[in-house]
């Protein structure tokens, strides 16, 4: 059996992490796909916050939702995830991110370093003790590789007695295949 792709494992990681009546985010919502599975995970007394500057993106991915009777849990935001901190205030579980651009979509519209790290640093913040943060990375387009480093440097600074961090990464020929970091926030001891 192959392995599972980064998508497929973060999606498997956080069905464990994210009980129902959680409150969580899509920060790249794109065609819906991850708003769907968080959606579904939160139930109806929780609550999906989804971000994404493409219009487009957001109408066919609320009319995913719902299609499969699931809007209504999902707040939508059209804008870029760097104004999490302004938008939501709501104690998060998660917070996932699936960076790049949209396949099928316009290729110029991609996620950037800078903007990213915003976004992951207010992620940080309103992640509740033993909130999950899952970020897929791709490598493959221009200013990828760049991205995808900045963001593993930035995870690689948070405090080590608050968090814990791992990375699946693909090796070899399919080495630019997207990776998986994912950080979890500890609780403290009183
Ligand atoms: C790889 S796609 C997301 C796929 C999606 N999670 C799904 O399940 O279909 C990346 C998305 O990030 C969006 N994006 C780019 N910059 C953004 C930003 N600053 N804030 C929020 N979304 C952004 C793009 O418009 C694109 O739809």
């Not at 929780?46 to 707040?75: C, I, M, P, T, Y």
Request: proline share 5%.
């Amino acid at each position: 059996m192959p392995l599972p792709r980064a998508t497929t494992l973060a999606h498997r990681i956080l069905a464990d992490q994210i009980p129902e009546g959680s409150c969580v985010v899509d920060a790249t919502v794109g065609n819906g796909h991850d708003t769907e599975f968080l959606a579904t995970l939160v139930g109806d007394s929780g609550r999906v916050h989804g971000f994404d500057v493409q219009l487009a993106a957001l109408q066919s991915a609320k009319e995913r939702l719902r299609a499969a009777g699931l809007d209504h849990r999902v707040r939508w935001h059209h804008g870029g995830h760097e104004s999490l901190a302004d938008q939501v205030d709501d104690p998060l579980r998660a917070v996932m991110f699936n960076l790049g651009y949209l396949p099928g979509g316009d290729h110029a519209l991609i996620t950037t370093a800078a903007t990213t790290l915003r976004a992951c640093s207010s992620a940080s913040v309103l992640l509740v003790e033993g909130g999950v943060l899952s970020i897929v990375l791709y490598r493959g387009h221009p200013g990828g590789a760049e991205e995808a480093q900045a963001v593993e440097t930035w995870i690689l600074g948070l405090d080590a007695a608050h968090w814990s961090v791992a990375r699946y990464s693909p090796l070899g020929r399919r080495r630019e295949a997207p990776s998986l970091l994912l950080a979890s926030k500890e609780p403290r001891l009183a």
